[in-house]
């Protein structure tokens, strides 16, 4: 039942920014913490930044100062925002939220790429 779509991603040249979208459905959003991740090709899934219920934030060390995470609780949907890009940012980016004893949710990802 629940659903994550992330929408946004694109091809943008070094410096530029882009804006994501992660639309859930299926959960009490108000109530959950969300995260972004994002998969680079020939690396492992990395964390990106997290924002809880209370709309605390943490980032990843290589995105701090660049990238903003924020939540809409009234359209259930959480953004990224992502300024200063870089080409080691290109990777498919990913929300994840979890429900306790339900485990981990994914969507499907969004293509980000940057250009030198």
């Known amino acids: 039942q629940v659903q994550l779509v992330e929408s946004g991603g694109g091809l943008v040249q070094a410096g530029g920014s882009l804006r994501l979208s992660c639309a859930a459905s299926g959960i009490i959003f108000a109530f959950a913490d969300m995260r972004w991740y994002r998969q680079t090709p020939g690396k492992q899934r990395e964390w990106v930044a997290t924002?809880?219920?209370?709309?605390?934030?943490n980032y990843a060390d290589s995105v701090k100062g660049r990238f903003a995470i924020s939540r809409d609780n009234g359209k259930g949907t959480v953004y990224l925002q992502m300024n200063s890009l870089k080409p080691e940012d290109t990777g498919v980016y990913y929300c994840k939220t979890a429900r306790a004893g339900r485990g981990d949710y994914w969507g499907q990802g969004t293509q980000v790429a940057v250009s030198s």
């Open positions: 924002i809880t219920r209370e709309k605390n934030t």
